[in-house]
């Protein structure tokens, strides 16, 4: 199943999402990364900005077995955030499980507010065809980028792969 996963850090940001890269390439063989974008923060505005990429692999696994092999990544690299939107040392979503749309146990996929966060979108329309579409709301990839155009984003010049 082709399966994309968000990064993104605002606590030691370049060097837990090259951690966090390391980690995803020993777990998850034929990942390949998006370029690393800088955004300031939503929803809490008073913390450092962002750094934010998107992975792209295929796996096997079940969505439960996957959430499990984030999450221990996250907790191996110290995951800590105090508020739901606020500063992080690490955070790896699950946004997309092929065309799969599964909402279970607090957990949706595809990921509940991808689609209006242009720190996700610009570095997913790197690894998916941007013509492509939401597997729920039909539109492209690239539509939707193009509707959070307003929102500051921009490649990293602290990252480099």
């Known amino acids: 199943m082709q ?3 968000g990064i993104g850090s605002n606590i030691n940001a370049v060097e837990n999402i090259k951690s ?3 980690k995803m390439k020993a777990e998850f063989p034929g990942i390949v990364f998006s370029k690393v974008y800088e955004s300031a923060p939503m929803y809490e ?3 450092d900005s962002f750094l934010n990429a998107v992975a792209r692999f295929e796996t096997e696994d079940s969505i439960k077995v996957l959430i499990s092999k984030l999450e221990e990544i996250e907790k191996v690299l ?3 955030k105090k508020s739901k939107y606020g500063p992080r040392t690490i955070d790896l979503d699950l946004l997309l499980y092929g065309d799969e749309v599964v909402e279970e146990g607090g957990m949706k996929v595809p990921h509940s507010k991808m689609h209006e966060r242009r720190f996700v979108l610009k ?3 790197e690894l998916i ?3 492509f579409v939401h ?3 039909k539109i492209s990839w690239l539509e939707l980028l193009e509707e959070a ?3 500051g984003c921009k490649i990293s010049e602290d990252f480099y792969l």
């Open 78 to 80: 110290g995951k800590s």
């Open 129 to 131: 065809d941007p013509e």
């Open 45 to 47: 505005e008073d913390q």
């Open 123 to 125: 570095p997913l329309c």
């Open 3 to 5: 399966t994309f996963i």
């Open 20 to 22: 966090a890269m390391e």
């Open 135 to 137: 597997p729920e709301m």
């Open 149 to 151: 155009e307003n929102q």
